[in-house]
């Protein structure tokens, strides 16, 4: 092991025995009492030692026999300790891509804020290259979460859509003005190689055999049709259903930006319980849904598409994505993050599994809720961060460490 103290967290004294490790109240955390020499000493754990350097460093500061190791157990502990040389041996591969790893250190610096065991960063980034990823949609939100998975390090991100890419499609990010005109699944994959720091793989002949997201980790359905994205259709994602692939919805319609929900089949909310929850509220729903499919009043050729929301809706979706590559359960499992133009407001529409519905997910717990607990919400401000995400420095904090209020 050579002990790091993660560099993404500023480090500052808040008294003469105390020091405060981050600035935002998100990730910020106090240790103490902390003495002057071992204040000092903190300055040797840069990841260029291994313990018996920094034994040896210690005890040329006269530290007592046995403190750096409990320094480092506590360092550990809390959440504040990396290890440069950790992360097993795809982390040690990436180590020695030295150009890929330049681009992704600031992800890898993120990703250390998010987790707790020492090595455990590099070892979540290093496993995003083995991962697959399947975007439907090559609009201007679908082609920009392409772009943006692939340029966090996702090893092989797929576009499936019809059509030509048409200027409206145009998106910086996303599809770029030289594309126009050629298909758009095409233009979007290379689009999105375009972003990766490595050379994608090869595309298998697996990868051709799947166009039903089969086989992959995650599969983003990201419509540029405005109906499939305010009411998705359950038949278009029983085969994800059926094989157990997690999918997560975005899209924008009407100038509202959707994320939400992801599902974990059997697990969480679906689209099929999304709709029949919406039928239970408005019974009506379904013939509304079936004249809007039809095109039925539809007036205009084009979807209103913001270009600013529709970056804005990529670049969460994406976010969403790489949480639960990375390990964690998004907080849109069983709900819809929703944003509209012009206010800006961002609401959290939940779903509840439904017991209508055959994806099963009301046998794992999640039950029928009453129906006035539809039509709650709240606001990103609101929301408090998820337990399930939390640090396990939070519930195992060792002594004489605490939230910092910043």
């Known amino acids: 092991m050579a002990p790091l103290l993660k560099p993404a967290l500023r480090r500052g004294w808040r008294d003469l025995n105390t020091v405060q490790f981050g600035m935002t109240p998100a990730h910020a955390l106090t240790l103490g009492p902390m003495d002057t020499a071992t204040g000092s000493f903190l300055d040797l754990l840069n990841g260029t030692r291994g313990l018996e350097l920094l034994r040896e460093e210690a005890r040329r500061m006269d530290l007592p026999d046995g403190h750096v190791d409990g320094l480092v157990r506590r360092l550990a502990g809390a959440g504040l300790l990396d290890d440069a040389k950790g992360g097993g041996p795809a982390a040690d591969a990436l180590r020695r891509k030295k150009e890929v790893l330049d681009r992704l250190r600031p992800d890898l610096a993120s990703l250390s804020l998010t987790t707790s065991e ?90 051709a055999r799947d166009p039903d997201g089969i086989g992959y980790s995650l599969v983003i359905i990201a419509p540029r049709d405005d109906v499939a994205v305010h009411a998705p259709s359950p038949s278009a994602a029983e085969p994800l259903i059926s094989s157990g692939t997690p999918h997560l919805y975005a899209g924008v319609v009407e100038a509202t ?86 206010g800006l407001s961002w609401h959290a529409r939940p779903v509840w599994a439904h017991p209508a519905c055959p994806c099963g997910a009301t046998e794992k717990g999640e039950g029928e809720h009453p129906s006035e607990d539809a039509g709650s919400h709240e606001t990103m401000a609101e929301q408090g961060p998820s337990k399930k995400l939390r640090r396990k420095a939070d519930a195992e904090r060792p002594a004489g460490t605490r939230r910092a209020h910043v």
């Open 118 to 207: 020492p090595g455990e960063a590099m070892g979540r980034l290093a496993a995003r290259r083995s991962l697959r990823v399947q975007v439907r949609g090559a609009g201007r939100v679908g082609s920009m979460v392409a772009s943006l998975l692939s340029g966090a390090g996702v090893g092989e991100v797929d576009v499936r859509d019809v059509g030509r890419v048409e200027p409206g499609d145009v998106a910086p990010g996303g599809l770029p003005a030289e594309a126009v005109g050629e298909r758009r699944d095409e233009a979007a994959r290379r689009a999105a190689r375009r972003c990766a720091p490595d050379r994608p793989p090869r595309r298998s002949s697996r990868s």
């Open 257 to 342: 930006g959707v994320v939400g929900p992801f599902v974990l089949p059997g697990e969480t909310a679906c689209a099929g319980c999304l709709h029949e929850g919406r039928t239970d509220r408005d019974p009506v729903w379904p013939r509304l849904v079936a004249q809007w499919r039809s095109g039925l009043g539809r007036a205009r050729q084009v979807p209103p598409c913001d270009l600013t929301l529709a970056t804005t809706i990529a670049g969460l979706a994406a976010a969403h994505a790489l949480a639960f590559l990375d390990g964690r359960v998004p907080s849109s499992a069983g709900a819809r993050w929703e944003v509209s133009l012009p």
